[in-house]
């Protein structure tokens, strides 16, 4: 049973440009948040999909965006790509009806 | 944005000795969670709290949820080389369709045999 899985597992980016994280839950799975992971820090929520809108959002700018897809898959955009946005970006999923997220291993982003 | 309270930074431990983490927080939670994070990977559940004051133990692992609800505490028993890794409490206010995890800084344990 393939549990959460990120693409790219790595990703170099320069600034100003844009950049698409994908991510698929965990089968079973139909909501799916997006965590931001710096350096020596926790995961910082980012926002959560349910039912293809996006349910809760942290405290991101606008240059964050995402989609979930019919198939509960989703997707992470970053645009106008800061030296500061460079972090572990995390793709978490949940079952119907409950509350324990399953983490996937993360897209490694560096921005230069 | 917020994140809980966890400290040290670092822990030192000898293999076969046990050892105790804090998490606080300014906020009330209803769940915390302690997830452990291995390089290149995310965090795994360790063990999940819902009520205030539940003591609940997965192997050599124990965990309580504080009665003020701001506050948990894990201990591992008996350490061996595979627990290195960083440990995060996170916390959870399950209000209708909100249920992100507010993160602590995480803990870096080390073992040594």
């Known amino acids: 049973d393939a549990g959460v899985t990120q693409s790219p597992t790595h990703l170099i980016k320069t600034r100003g440009q844009q950049v698409t994280l994908r991510c698929s839950p965990k089968s079973g799975h139909d909501t799916v948040s997006w965590y931001q992971q710096a350096l020596g820090q926790g995961p910082q929520f980012i926002f959560q999909y349910y039912e293809e809108e996006e349910r809760q959002r942290g405290n991101f700018p606008d240059r964050f965006s995402g989609h979930q897809f019919p198939n509960y898959s989703s997707e992470l955009n970053v645009n106008a790509l800061l030296l500061g946005d460079s972090a572990l970006y995390l793709c978490?999923?949940?079952?119907?009806?409950?509350?324990?997220?399953?983490f996937g291993s993360g897209t490694r982003l560096t921005v230069v | 944005g917020q994140q809980l309270n966890q400290s040290p930074q670092s822990m030192f431990i000898q293999e076969g000795e046990d050892v105790s983490m804090n998490c606080t927080s300014s906020s009330i939670f209803n769940t915390w969670l302690w997830y452990k994070q291995d390089p290149g990977e995310g965090p795994v559940l360790l063990i999940a709290l819902y009520k205030a004051g539940e003591l609940t133990s997965n192997g050599r692992l124990t965990a309580q949820f504080g009665i003020t609800r701001k506050d948990s505490f894990l201990n591992i028993s008996a350490s061996i080389p595979s627990d290195v890794g960083i440990y995060f409490c996170?916390?959870?206010?399950?209000?209708?369709?909100?249920?992100?995890?507010?993160f602590g800084k995480g803990i870096t344990l080390s073992v040594r045999p």
């Open positions: 978490a999923s949940l079952p119907v009806g409950h509350h324990d997220y399953t």
């Open positions: 996170a916390g959870q206010l399950l209000t209708g369709a909100n249920s992100k995890l507010t």
